[in-house]
């Protein structure tokens, strides 16, 4: 991938999928990830300066459901 922003992100999920397959609490806390309620009950998200990416993790699956800049989700 030549954009360095996409790269990021993707470096950035893939660490999180390491994180989570390991059980790996110090390595998870680096990221700032919170619980969604409401229509998003159930899901989480990370952020990456303004980049959100929303997933849930679903019997050890890590499902990415959309990856976008903060203002156009939720």
């Given at each position: 991938?030549?954009?360095?922003?996409?790269?990021?992100?993707?470096?950035?999920?893939?660490i999180?999928?390491?994180?989570?397959?390991?059980?790996?609490?110090?390595?998870?806390?680096?990221?700032?990830?919170?619980?969604?309620?409401?229509?998003?009950?159930?899901?989480?998200?990370?952020?990456?300066?303004?980049?959100?990416?929303l997933?849930?993790?679903?019997?050890?699956?890590?499902?990415?459901?959309?990856?976008?800049?903060?203002?156009?989700?939720?």
């Amino acid at each position: 991938i030549n954009d360095p922003e996409k790269s990021n992100v993707l470096d950035r999920i893939r660490i999180l999928f390491e994180a989570l397959s390991n059980k790996d609490i110090l390595k998870l806390q680096q990221f700032d990830i919170k619980n969604l309620k409401g229509n998003w009950k159930g899901y989480q998200r990370m952020r990456l300066g303004n980049i959100r990416i929303l997933f849930m993790i679903k019997a050890d699956e890590l499902i990415i459901e959309e990856i976008n800049f903060c203002g156009n989700l939720y």
